[in-house]
């Protein structure tokens, strides 16, 4: 199945990006609001786990209980990033229903549920890039299947519901491929980190 080497595609390059986190970086604000980097690597690592377990079936919810990094966050970001690569690549995985009991009690089809993952990890390597001042490169392919999955999400009032997955679009014109998604899925591509120094013009 294509998504699932989309997907890891994604998940990596958001590996890469958290690999080169420093410890003094883990407090820094995020474009995930109240979010710090620690909080975004908690979410997305038990979303990686939460994913994973349900690609073998698992709807338990205690799965999705927010995790601890423990004493090295990254290292436990990396080491949750591989284990959902390998989970969506093992055998029989396309053919499964994977339950998901954050979005809804029946289980989804396994190419809707990790389109569903990539589009996260698209928009999460995003949030880290913006985080930490870096770039981030995603292949058309990769950025493709992601419009096609945020296409489909719900706007409007949906978006201001506690716990909603993505904020209000927010209006913006021009700019990149990645820019037009992380708008539309709730982000400011204009978002810079108060730790970025700024200069004046002279």
């Known amino acids: 199945m294509h998504i699932i080497d989309l997907d890891a595609r994604a998940v990596r390059a958001s590996a890469e990006l958290v690999s080169t986190a ?28 939460g ?6 079936g698992d709807g338990d919810p205690a799965t999705w209980k927010l995790l601890s990094l423990g004493a090295d966050p990254v290292h436990a970001y990396l080491d949750s990033a591989e284990h959902v690569i390998a ?10 229903a994977f ?4 979005f809804r009690p029946e289980p989804f089809p396994a190419e809707q549920a990790i389109g569903f993952h990539l589009v996260d990890y698209v928009v999460h390597a995003w949030d880290v890039a913006k985080t930490l001042g870096a770039g981030l490169e995603l292949d058309d392919d990769v950025l493709d299947a992601a419009h096609a999955v945020a296409a489909v999400v719900p ?12 904020g209000p679009v927010v209006p913006w014109k021009g700019g ?8 539309h899925l709730g982000r400011s591509p204009a978002w810079t980190s108060p730790f970025e120094p ?5």
């Open 51 to 56: 994913f994973a377990a349900a690609s073998r």
């Open 99 to 102: 339950p998901l009991p954050e």
């Open 176 to 183: 990149s491929r990645l820019d037009q998604l992380v708008a």
């Open 22 to 49: 420093s410890a003094a970086d883990l407090s820094k604000p995020t474009p995930c609001l109240g979010w710090t980097l620690y909080g975004l690597l908690a979410h997305m690592t038990t979303q990686h786990y």
């Open 198 to 202: 700024h200069f004046a013009s002279a």
């Open 155 to 166: 706007a409007g009032p949906a978006r201001l519901a506690p716990g909603a997955a993505f």
């Open 87 to 96: 989970a969506f690549a093992a055998d029989g995985v396309p053919e499964r």
